[in-house]
């Protein structure tokens, strides 16, 4: 009851008996965009994507990535395949029906040389996890893709550090 979300870039306070809102932050649009190659954006996407990666790469531990069907998952799996080729894979599969997840991610491992592991989902998944992703996103994300944050865990019992995309897909 009377429960609203803050706006981006936002923060609650308490000032004279009265709740105020203040922005700590606003994008500055240009008034004109360039018009640029289709190659030149190719470019600056996967320039600025490795370097995130790059960044965040350590050495001497061992990275696994949640691959799916996903563009963005599928970005990230070749990059780390060329910074760390021992990066092992992992796609998540439900029980008993074909999976374009398991078959598209099956490919991208093969194309880029990481080691491929399938963990099978369980029917009641999504349910024995609800609390626990509720609690963790403090009731702020979405159940369409919240089985990463349990998945992320199962990953990390194989390697020091589990990678995936943020939803981009």
């Known amino acids: 009851e009377d429960i609203r979300l803050l706006p981006p870039a936002s923060c609650l306070g308490w000032e004279d008996g009265n709740w105020r809102v203040a922005s700590y932050w606003t994008p500055a649009y240009p008034d004109q965009l360039l018009r ?9 996407i996967h320039g600025t994507l490795r370097a995130a990666v790059e960044r965040m790469v350590r050495p001497n531990l061992l990275y696994g990535i949640s691959l799916s069907s996903g563009i963005d998952s599928r970005w990230i799996a070749a990059i780390l395949s060329e910074i760390r080729p021992d990066t092992r894979a992992f796609t998540f599969v439900g029980t008993g029906t074909p999976d374009i997840d398991l078959e598209i991610a099956s490919k991208v491992a093969a194309l880029t040389g990481l080691q491929h592991h399938r963990l099978a989902l369980s029917p009641g998944f999504l349910a024995e996890h609800a609390e626990r992703i509720t609690y963790i996103a403090d009731g702020m994300h979405s159940f369409v893709d919240s089985q990463e944050f349990p998945l992320s865990m199962e990953i990390g019992n194989h390697v020091d550090v589990a990678v995936g995309g943020f939803m981009g897909s």
Request: cysteine-free; glycine content about 0%; proline content about 11%.
């Open 36 to 44: 640029r190659p289709q190659k030149w954006y190719d470019q600056q």
